[in-house]
């Protein structure tokens, strides 16, 4: 049974007097439970694909799994850093796009300087 200490016992103790150090070490040892987090925290993004643009992520998807462990999150992340790597080194006057009259012709151009 623990043993009860009236408000004279406490009053008089320091801060560390009040609980067991070697205990509060110990918790520190333990590891924490369930999944690790991944190294790059990602913001929740609600993604509307269309049923070939979902085709082809998992295709992705399974396509990378056969080598390394990704999920479609990372897919879509690398995807997103290609295409503003692309537009970067290619696009120093900002007029790229500027004949494209819908997304098509914006893919088209994209698909254009992949070519080069």
Do not use: C
Not at 28 to 48: D, E
Request: hydrophobic share 35%; aromatic share 4%; proline share 3%.
């Amino acid at each position: 049974m623990a043993k009860q200490r009236s408000a004279e016992d406490i009053s008089g103790s320091t801060f560390a007097d009040l609980y067991d150090v070697q205990e509060e070490l110990g918790r520190r040892g333990l590891k924490p439970m369930g999944r690790p987090r991944n190294k790059i925290q990602r913001k929740p993004t609600t993604v509307y694909l269309t049923k070939e643009e979902a085709m082809m992520l998992r295709r992705l998807h399974l396509t990378f799994n056969e080598h390394i462990p990704v999920n479609k999150s990372q897919i879509i992340g690398m995807a997103i850093e290609l295409i503003s790597d692309l537009l970067t080194s290619h696009d120093e006057d900002g007029d790229l796009f500027a004949g494209a009259r819908s997304l098509e012709g914006v893919q088209q151009k994209l698909q254009d300087l992949m070519m080069l």
